[in-house]
């Protein structure tokens, strides 16, 4: 079954048409993959999927609802959640109220109690549930560091913390690994691969194809704001025209 | 758990004990302007809710400091028989109204100088409108307004005295403090410093940007009445003077000079600034010169404010000591 | 009644010419340093108080009246160089909200240094003679109106041919634009910044100058105008010469009209006009190319 469909997708800045009308449909527990060159419309295609900008043409709904005229925190209260390409923090304050803050909309959103209305601190539960989600990210032991002040790894492993809170059915990510170390890299993939056996739907874009054929059931090429091709890893790697628009001489052989 | 911690609560405590020894020790005149430091102060607070949590800088606050004070002025002037409480109870209520109005014209499209431009225009145009409304008597404003007496039936409150009438400021201010010290330390405060520091951010957490500065504003309007409910009485006289653009700077100066970044940043601001127009009164042009000085100088240098520079030497405070304690245990 | 409209039509021109004045320094500056000036209409009640401090209460000739502009024009634009150096120029890393409030810290510091400086007398000073007669084309104008007209018109097509046509004024848009390339491509970018924003600060001066006659000049000469300056550059698009020019003769029409239709109620119409296009058109008549 199709959780998130988007049909016919187009988009113009002033006379620059980023997106032709893209159709895609992405299927519940699925990890759907966005690739292409620079400048493909990748980041665009994305932006109006999660709400952010609104195509002149073309229709997005999500679980079978109609979502293309709702703003985005209306569709993030619906399970979208979402990553940016650099990751975007509350960097004044620190790392755990970062993730008290995500829980705690997850919470009024859903109409749960947060806790005695008069008592200013995050209930206790509220408390260990951002606990734990900063240990399974691996900044357990700096939650009272400020955000602002963590490397470029640590706020993508922050924001993941932040967005994983709000519970999402579909993760919309832009880039998880851009400028990360291998290292790190790794590790995202492996947390990524967790998230997937848990059934979560993914959408990325991303550059390293070493952690898309890792993760991607299928792939979507955009080159010039049209869909060139789509289908499994496989399948796209051996397409011709992919090796020619994309992947070129530097990738087609690995 | 450090040393420093025990300091703010002995600052606040100290600070109120001077507030409530004040009538006994200082006279007439400077006890009015202490009234008027806290009424400024919690105008200042409720501009900086709005800058400090919802990222919006509005260059037209007096205009609900104005219109609270015109409401109860307009009440005491023409003998409408309204209990004092709830005559000011109505023009706190007034000042939501309006702001909330306000706020949803304007939080539609504009931002930053759109922003300014127009919370601007609409407070001169308010401005304009009672300027020209004999009921409130046009450019002169409403003076000679009557103190009130406050009857609970089983005692009564004679606000005519000036110190019972201080020290009713006091209680009003005490209580807008902690409340508003409440409100953002808590939940919504939190989501509030989100939305200020990354909206776009913050709707993705599925916060509804736009309702939560609605609300902020409207807020933020409120209070701006209640204290203008309170200074009307208080210097017995309204005018127009009090929605000008120069009033509406007050709020920003207070909390630029106390620092936008602490909560207590506006209310430090607003009794500096009392207190440098009070030791510049004699000396026409001092005071503006002396303010707009230091506030260039906070800007440029201390863009925390003077909060922020007692935050900062708070911070290296404890970072000697953790050193020194790091020696030791070596 | 034609005639009264005549009139508060002429009136409008007039006053739209003056506002435009005020308001083209404060677009230039905006355009150069992406600076919305609070401090603008204490730069121009500066220059006013200068030209009035050189001429007196009655200037001996029209000369006399535009060299003592002209001495304004050069002190505010050195004053508004030193600004731009010690203040704004620090400021540019900082959040824009800092700027505008230093912008404002700048006016308070203004408009006390004047008042300790000049008094808080009203002072008035009357047209060179030559300028001080009316004329009677149907309806009466003062040759001295003519004068601000042809003054805004002057400065107007000025403005123009330079910043679009001539050698400098593509540097300085260049230079506003992209400081970065501007600089690689060799641009002393710091100096031509220099020179323009002191050009910017000059003009409030030089209005200031030219339109001390027929007021009563106090210290809410300065806020007035201003108020009026600030709508039209916001309903003009910040930056545009041409928007500035064409909202100040629709601010200064309405005024007019506005005190002729609607004469309890003066001052309203134009922020009403204001307030409909920020909401309409945030971005204003005449938009920027960015």
Not at chain 1, 147 to 175: N, Q, W, Y
Not at chain 3, 206 to 235: D, P, R
Request: hydrophobic share 55%; with cysteine; proline share 3%.
């Amino acid at each position: 079954m199709s959780v998130l469909v988007a049909k016919g997708i187009r988009k113009t800045y002033g006379s620059l048409e980023v997106l032709k009308g893209v159709d895609l449909s992405v299927g519940a527990g699925e990890t759907f993959a966005i690739i292409g060159p620079n400048g493909a419309g990748k980041t665009t295609l994305f932006k109006v999927l999660t709400g952010e900008v609104s195509a002149q043409g073309g229709s997005v709904s999500f679980d079978g609802k109609d979502v293309t005229r709702l703003p985005a925190f209306v569709r993030a209260r619906m399970g979208f959640g979402r990553t940016f390409q650099v990751a975007r923090v509350f960097g004044e304050l620190s790392i755990f109220t970062n993730v008290v803050l995500a829980i705690e909309a997850r919470k009024v959103n859903g109409g749960e109690s947060c806790g005695r209305w008069w008592d200013w601190r995050p209930s206790a539960d509220t408390s260990d549930e951002a606990r734990s989600l900063l240990e399974s990210v691996g900044l357990g032991r700096q939650g009272d560091e400020e955000a602002g002040l963590l490397s470029h790894g640590d706020k993508k492993r922050l924001e993941f913390a932040v967005t994983l809170a709000g519970k999402p059915r579909i993760l919309m990510l832009d880039e998880p690994t851009a400028g990360m170390s291998a290292a790190d890299r790794k590790s995202t993939t492996n947390l990524l691969r967790d998230l997937k056996a848990k059934g979560i739907t993914i959408i990325m874009t991303e550059h390293d194809m070493d952690v898309i054929f890792d993760l991607a059931d299928r792939l979507m090429v955009l080159n010039y704001g049209a869909v060139v091709s789509q289908g499994d890893p496989v399948t796209v790697r051996e397409d011709e025209m992919v090796k020619q628009v994309y992947l070129g001489k530097g990738v087609g052989h690995a | 758990m450090n040393g420093s911690s025990f300091m703010r609560p002995a600052v606040i405590l100290l600070f109120v004990a001077a507030l409530a020894a004040a009538p006994f020790a200082v006279n007439q005149g400077l006890l009015f302007l202490i009234g008027i430091a806290m009424l400024q102060a919690m105008f200042a607070l409720s501009w900086n809710l709005m800058f400090r949590y919802a990222g919006l800088a509005s260059f037209g606050h007096a205009m609900f400091y104005g219109i609270g004070g015109y409401a109860v002025a307009a009440i005491i002037f023409h003998g409408f028989p309204l209990p004092f409480l709830l005559a000011i109870l109505l023009s706190t209520a007034i000042g939501a109204v309006v702001a909330f109005v306000v706020a949803l014209i304007v939080l539609q499209r504009a931002a930053g100088i759109q922003l300014a431009v127009l919370t601007l225009a609409l407070s001169q145009l308010v401005l304009l409108f009672v300027s020209y409304t004999d009921f409130l008597g046009r450019d002169d404003g409403l003076s000679g307004l009557a103190r009130p007496v406050l009857d609970f039936g089983f005692f009564t409150l004679d606000l005519r005295s000036p110190t019972a009438f201080y020290y009713f400021i006091m209680v009003a201010f005490a209580l807008v403090t902690a409340g508003l010290l409440w409100f953002v330390s808590g939940r919504f405060g939190r989501v509030l410093l989100a939305v200020r520091i990354d909206s776009e951010r913050a709707a993705f957490l599925g916060v509804d940007v736009r309702r939560k500065r609605i609300f902020v504003f409207t807020l933020a309007g409120a209070i701006a009445s209640f204290a203008g409910a309170l200074a009307a009485p208080w210097a017995q006289i309204i005018s127009t003077d009090s929605m000008s653009w120069f009033n509406s700077a007050q709020p920003m100066l207070a909390t630029l000079l106390g620092g936008a970044g602490s909560y207590w940043g506006p209310v430090i601001g607003a009794f500096g600034l009392i207190l440098v127009n009070y030791f510049t009164r004699t000396f026409v042009g001092l005071s503006e010169f002396m303010v707009g000085g230091i506030l260039l100088f906070v800007v440029l240098l201390a863009p925390s404010g003077i909060a922020g520079f007692f935050e900062m030497l708070r911070r290296m405070r404890n970072r000697t000591r953790t050193a020194s304690a790091r020696e030791h245990n070596q | 009644m034609t005639a009264q409209i005549a009139f508060a039509a002429a009136n409008g021109i007039v006053l739209g010419m003056a506002v435009f004045l005020v308001a083209a320094g404060l677009t230039l500056v905006f355009g150069i340093l992406k600076v919305f000036n609070f401090a603008h209409g204490s730069f121009f009640m500066i220059g006013a108080y200068i030209a009035h401090a050189i001429t007196g209460q009655d200037p001996s000739s029209l000369p006399y009246f535009l060299f003592a502009a002209f001495v304004a024009a050069l002190a505010v634009g050195a004053m508004g160089i030193a600004t731009d150096t010690l203040v704004l120029r620090r400021l540019s890393s900082v959040a824009n909200d800092y700027t505008l409030i230093a912008t404002f810290a700048i006016l308070l510091l203004c408009d006390g240094a004047t008042k300790m400086v000049f008094g808080q007398d009203i002072y008035a000073v009357y047209p060179p003679a030559v300028l001080d007669q009316t004329m009677d084309v149907g309806i009466l104008l003062t040759y001295y109106s003519v004068f601000i007209v042809a003054c805004g018109i002057i400065v107007f097509v000025l403005l123009e041919l330079g910043l679009n046509r001539l050698w400098f004024g593509k540097l300085v848009q260049t230079v506003a634009r992209d400081p970065w390339m501007a600089g690689v491509i060799g641009l002393r970018v710091q100096r031509l910044k220099l020179v323009s924003v002191g050009v910017s600060f000059a003009l409030a001066g030089l209005a200031g100058g030219l339109l001390v006659a027929n007021q009563s000049l106090s210290l809410s000469l300065g806020h007035s105008y201003l108020l009026l300056a600030f709508n039209s550059v916001i309903v003009g698009g910040l930056g545009s010469i041409r928007g500035a020019f064409v909202a100040a003769l629709i601010f200064g029409l309405f005024e007019s009209f506005n005190s002729l239709l609607l004469p309890s109620m003066p001052g309203t119409v134009s922020y009403m006009v204001l307030i409909a296009v920020i909401l309409l058109k945030p971005e204003g008549l005449f938009p920027e190319r960015t």
